[in-house]
Every structure is written in structure tokens, then in C-alpha cells.
């Protein structure tokens, strides 16, 4: 892709604790760029959206955002660059009701959100609908709709997505990946883990398959379905 690299994780070791459950691993997503990363249970793929986020210490490696070391600094640190981060669970807050769980998302702006509201409703009419009703009250899709919601809602240049259509029908699933496809459209970088893999790798512009903490295949999406490896380890034939 010719769009410049906006996330570039380099050479990322680290765990928690004496084990390392990264190795070497490196990442790198350009403006506008769906990535994804696939891998068997265990494959640290979790681990790997942590440690781009800042939430898992690094032993080596560095990650930059937009050319900027950001390394060492926390996800609150992050956030405020740029970075938005959906994780797989606990990701609303079910007692406060969609707008309100979407006003929390805008915690550290201090301009006019009401333009982006208005986006996150354009993007996803149901929650418009349901603006004044629990988010715990709503189903397993709409709750996912409204964690993506909440991170759109800091303006993040970098949506980071663990496992986005974890425990949603099939039909959910698809409608939640055209989304995606919407957001990347408006220029934000999107990594997101996931488990659909062969779903996942048929909208993403790079596709990395994680085995063990380390890379064992990278490529677009559409070479990675296409090789016979990948296809017979990972995606069932």
C-alpha cells in the first residue's frame, strides 16, 4: 500500500513477568489500513494489541505512532495521541445508557462533541434509536456497536478492535465488519485481533498470523487466503 505507515511496532519482546510471550514481534498499519491479526488460541495475539496500547512492559522493540515514540508512554498518554482502544470485554459501562456511555468516551476533549455523536449515530442508527436506554440492556451486537462507538467518540487516528465480533451471530458479524470498512474509509488506521479468521483476512489490507508471540506469515489478505499454508494451519482448509 502506498499510504505512509501511521502504527510502526518494531522487534516487541515482553510478557508479564519472567516469560516472554512476545518475540521480536512487529507490526505495522498505514492511514486508512485495516490490519489484522490471526492465530490459534495462545498465539498471543491479545498480548500483542496490549502492548501496542501500552498496557504490557516491553524487555525490546519500540512502537512509534506518526512518527513519534510513544514507547514509554502510558494508554492514557496514548489515547490523547491518537490512539482508540476497544477491548474484547468489559467494554461499556451497562448501567448508563448509550449516549451517556458515549459522552464518557469524550472524556479528555474539552471541544464540541456533539459533531462526532452525530457521526457514531450516522454510523450506527440503532444506537441513535436507543440513545436513552442501558447499553447492558441491549444485545450482544449493539453492545459491540456501542464500545466502537465510545472509542470513535476521542477521534482516534488508530482504532485498535480485540475481538470485535466475539459471540455475535453471523449476520452481526458481517454488519459489523462493513462498519469497519466505513471507519477506514474516513482515513483512521484500524488493527484488530480476531478470531473469524478467514472473515477477518477478506477486509483486511494486511493480515499477520501470529503463532507462538512471533510472525509466522504477513501479507495482504487476499495473498494470505490464497496460500495453501496458511489456509490448511489456520483457516480449516
Known sequence: MSAATFLDARGMTGGYGAAD????LTMTVAQGEIAVIVGPNGAG????MKAVFGMLPLRAGSVTLDGQDIT??????????????????????????????????????????????EQVYDLFPILRDKRHQSAGELSGGQRQQ????????????????????????PIV???????????????????????????????ADTGYVLVQGA???TDTGAALLADPEVRKSFLGG
Open 215 to 217: 510472525n509466522r506469515y
Open 173 to 203: 458479524m458481517d454488519e459489523l465488519f462493513d462498519r469497519i470498512i466505513e471507519v477506514a474509509r474516513t482515513g483512521i488506521s484500524i488493527l484488530m485481533v480476531e478470531q473469524n479468521a478467514r472473515q477477518a483476512l477478506e477486509i
Open 45 to 48: 495475539k491479545s498480548t500483542a
Open 72 to 117: 514509554r508512554l502510558s494508554p492514557q498518554e496514548r489515547v490523547a495521541r491518537g490512539m482508540g482502544f476497544v477491548p474484547q470485554v468489559r467494554n461499556i459501562f451497562p448501567s448508563m445508557t448509550v449516549q451517556e456511555n458515549l459522552e464518557m468516551g469524550a472524556f479528555l476533549r474539552r471541544d464540541d462533541i456533539h459533531a462526532t455523536m
Open 21 to 24: 510471550i512476545l518475540h521480536d
Open 146 to 169: 456501542v464500545a466502537v462507538g465510545r472509542a470513535l467518540m476521542t477521534k482516534p487516528r488508530l482504532l485498535m478492535l480485540d475481538e470485535p465480533t466475539a459471540g455475535v451471530s
